[in-house]
């Protein structure tokens, strides 16, 4: 296990999200703020809180963005990389782990309390979630970001 897929590991344990844990690790890397990257990805875990793009890829989705994106409007080549990457991952991570859906993958919406109760209750948070969290880690590597 490489060293920031540990540390995305203990960063959901100690409590944050998928997506904060997988962001977080990459900040060093992109001279980002670790504390602004815990904020700014801290709505996305749960599926943006409604069980659809599972946290952990939006996470990556947004490291992506940080090496590949474009920052300047006319920037066609940046912008038509980023979404070639973001597209490759979305397609490994969906070989890997057979969907890129929160409710999906878990079997449960989180965004309905019962659902979500069952899931906790079944430790899919401590065991599935942290399994995404080390896949989308594992895959950004893969893919040089």
């Known amino acids: 296990m490489s060293s920031k897929t540990e540390k995305a590991t203990a960063l959901f344990s100690s409590g944050f999200n998928c997506a904060q844990s997988v962001l977080a690790v990459f900040c060093e890397k992109y001279d980002l703020d670790e504390n602004t990257a815990l904020k700014i990805s801290g709505?996305?875990?749960?599926?943006?809180?409604?069980?659809?793009?599972?946290?952990?890829?939006?996470?990556?989705v947004l490291v992506i963005g940080l090496k590949?994106?474009?920052?300047?409007?006319?920037?066609g080549i940046s912008k038509s990389n980023c979404n070639s990457k973001t597209l490759e991952f979305i397609d490994?991570?969906?070989k890997k782990n057979g969907s890129a859906i929160c409710r999906e993958i878990l079997?449960?919406?989180?965004?309905?309390?019962?659902?979500?109760?069952?899931?906790?209750?079944?430790?899919?948070?401590?065991?599935?979630?942290?399994?995404?969290?080390?896949?989308?880690?594992?895959?950004?590597?893969?893919?040089?970001c």
């Open 68 to 75: 590949h994106g474009h920052y300047i409007s006319e920037d």
């Open 92 to 94: 490994l991570f969906k």
């Open 43 to 60: 709505g996305l875990g749960a599926g943006v809180r409604c069980g659809d793009i599972c946290g952990a890829v939006s996470g990556a």
């Open 107 to 144: 079997g449960y919406d989180l965004s309905v309390k019962t659902e979500y109760e069952q899931a906790q209750n079944q430790n899919l948070f401590k065991t599935t979630c942290v399994d995404m969290v080390k896949s989308a880690v594992e895959l950004l590597e893969d893919i040089d």
